[in-house]
């Protein structure tokens, strides 16, 4: 009777002591990425099938606050990886110096925009959009225009000093009106119920009912109709087209697992990763053909016209973009 218990504890042991000795991989992340119904569950999965490793997430707010815990942290982060990051961040991510060169040729990228940078590897994309129940807003608007002109429609956005939905907004309001951005905030804040420090407290209030709108993705509807059978979502199309979202992931310099955090960036790109991308993410895979979305996404409305600053142009619109928001908030 004795022999059988202490085999089983030699080989309890045995098993603890493999796993405490597996390298362990830290990336950070936004905290919809690690839910139970993020992507984050099936992608641990699926890299510590083939990485012999510990993947270990950890959710750092929105993307915006994610950069910022970072630049906060420096050199002392204990993050391999960062994932979460998009193109209005990437160059200040870059200039912090806290990132290496992913030495990685990507292969079957199906963004639609040429890829060239040498540090981040993006892993979806999307298009941003007010979402709304058309169950409950029958005269939507149909451009910046309308919704500007539609008194008494009420939306939720996101702050843009801490989320990426809200600073693309910000790059959508400046790539459509330039110089005329300023009084475009000022007509459109009346609009504006609150202001919420990330995408999910956003969502979250509008399916409250407590707005109209809610800036969100043409692709939030896919979750909504594939998840729960419900077609009452949709994104309103508007003829000066919509703001894209890359997303990204990089890894750190001072990292003490760099063939882990490249295997793990390589692994992004793989089928394993973007399949799992479209009904967790709910957003466009960056190296899946359109040809393999499940079916729901056929349904998605296209811009037609997708609008995009130049990551390099950025960090010299962004302070001016910044100020105008705060401004037609506070007036």
């Known amino acids: 009777?004795?022999?059988?218990?202490?085999?089983?504890?030699?080989?309890?042991?045995?098993?603890?002591?493999?796993?405490?000795?597996?390298?362990?991989?830290?990336?950070?992340?936004?905290?919809?990425?690690?839910?139970?119904?993020g992507p984050g569950p099936a992608v641990e999965t699926a890299f510590e099938e083939v990485c012999a490793c510990d993947l270990r997430f950890v959710g750092a707010g929105d993307g915006a606050a994610l950069l910022?815990?970072?630049?906060?942290?420096?050199?002392?982060?204990?993050?391999?990886?960062?994932?979460?990051?998009?193109?209005?961040?990437?160059?200040?991510?870059?200039?912090?110096?806290?990132?290496?060169?992913?030495?990685?040729?990507?292969?079957?990228l199906t963004l639609p925009v040429t890829w060239e940078d040498t540090t981040f590897l993006p892993y979806d994309w999307g298009h941003f959009a007010f979402v709304y129940d058309n169950t409950k807003l029958t005269d939507v608007p149909d451009s910046f225009e309308a919704l500007l002109a539609a008194e008494d429609l009420s939306i939720v956005i996101q702050d843009p000093r801490s989320s990426t939905p809200g600073l693309g907004l910000l790059m959508w309001v400046?790539?459509?009106?330039?110089?005329?951005?300023?009084?475009?905030?000022?007509?459109?804040?009346?609009?504006?119920?609150?202001?919420?420090?990330?995408?999910?407290?956003?969502y979250g209030m509008f399916l409250e009912g407590?707005?109209?709108?809610?800036?969100?993705?043409?692709?939030?509807?896919?979750?909504?109709?594939?998840?729960?059978?419900?077609?009452?979502?949709?994104?309103?199309?508007?003829?000066?087209?919509?703001?894209?979202?890359?997303?990204?992931?990089?890894?750190?310099?001072?990292t003490d697992q760099?063939?882990?955090?490249?295997?793990?960036?390589?692994?992004?790109?793989?089928?394993?990763?973007?399949t799992v991308i479209p009904t967790t993410n709910w957003m466009?895979?960056?190296?899946?053909?359109?040809?393999?979305?499940?079916?729901?996404?056929?349904?998605?409305?296209?811009?037609a016209r997708s609008l995009l600053i130049p990551a390099d142009e950025i960090p010299a619109l962004k302070d001016a973009a910044l100020a105008e928001w705060l401004a037609a908030l506070a007036g």
């Not at 004795?2 to 830290?26: D, E, H, K, M, W």
């Not at 800036?215 to 594939?226: C, E, F, G, K, R």
């Not at 998840?227 to 310099?253: C, R, W």
């Not at 882990?260 to 990763?273: G, H, T, V, Y």
């Open 174 to 202: 400046k790539a459509v009106y330039e110089d005329r951005a300023p009084e475009v905030w000022a007509a459109l804040a009346p609009r504006i119920v609150t202001v919420t420090k990330g995408w999910s407290e956003a």
């Open 1 to 37: 009777m004795i022999r059988p218990l202490l085999t089983a504890a030699v080989l309890s042991f045995g098993a603890t002591l493999a796993q405490a000795q597996n390298p362990i991989l830290t990336v950070y992340t936004y905290d919809s990425f690690v839910t139970e119904w």
């Open 210 to 254: 407590e707005a109209d709108m809610v800036l969100s993705y043409t692709t939030s509807p896919a979750y909504h109709l594939i998840a729960e059978e419900d077609p009452t979502k949709s994104a309103a199309n508007f003829a000066e087209g919509h703001y894209m979202q890359i997303e990204v992931a990089g890894m750190l310099a001072g």
């Open 68 to 108: 910022a815990r970072l630049q906060l942290e420096g050199t002392r982060t204990e993050a391999d990886v960062v994932l979460g990051l998009d193109t209005t961040l990437t160059t200040q991510a870059a200039d912090t110096g806290l990132f290496a060169p992913h030495g990685l040729t990507p292969q079957g």
């Open 258 to 274: 760099p063939d882990l955090a490249q295997r793990f960036l390589e692994f992004m790109l793989s089928p394993a990763f973007q």
């Open 284 to 303: 466009y895979p960056a190296a899946l053909p359109p040809a393999d979305l499940p079916a729901g996404f056929d349904q998605m409305i296209q811009p």
